[in-house]
């Protein structure tokens, strides 16, 4: 995976994140503290990215610039993993919120 991907990816996130934070701007209902709890693991994400991006910069031989991109690369992916996983808990809690309040 190459620098100029996980930067592509990191940009991806942090868009994808952007309606739900000036989503939030309103006030603070369910929706919208899930759409925070969002927004962080987004960012979390792309700061993992980063992180990782930094790795394999920073490897000063071939070998170590192999063994730094696959733990990069694994990093991304359990980043990923972990915030596709708070995304979806938190879509999850933010829907039944909403269901509630429009019942009421």
Do not use: Y
């Not at 919208?32 to 992180?51: L, T, V």
């Not at 980043?79 to 995304?87: L, Q, V």
Request: aromatic share 0%; charged share 30%; hydrophobic share 45%.
């Amino acid at each position: 995976m190459s620098l100029s991907t996980l930067r592509r990816f990191a940009a991806i996130v942090a868009v994808a994140g952007l309606p739900l934070a000036l989503a939030a701007c309103d006030s603070e209902g369910p929706a919208e503290r899930a759409g925070a709890k969002i927004d962080n693991a987004a960012e979390r994400a792309g700061e993992a990215i980063d992180r990782a991006g930094d790795r394999i910069e920073n490897s000063a031989t071939a070998d170590n610039a192999e063994n730094a991109a696959e733990r990069a690369g694994q990093s991304i992916e359990n980043a990923a993993e972990r915030a596709t996983d708070k995304i979806e808990a938190a879509a999850d809690k933010a829907e039944d919120r909403v269901d509630n309040a429009t019942r009421n």
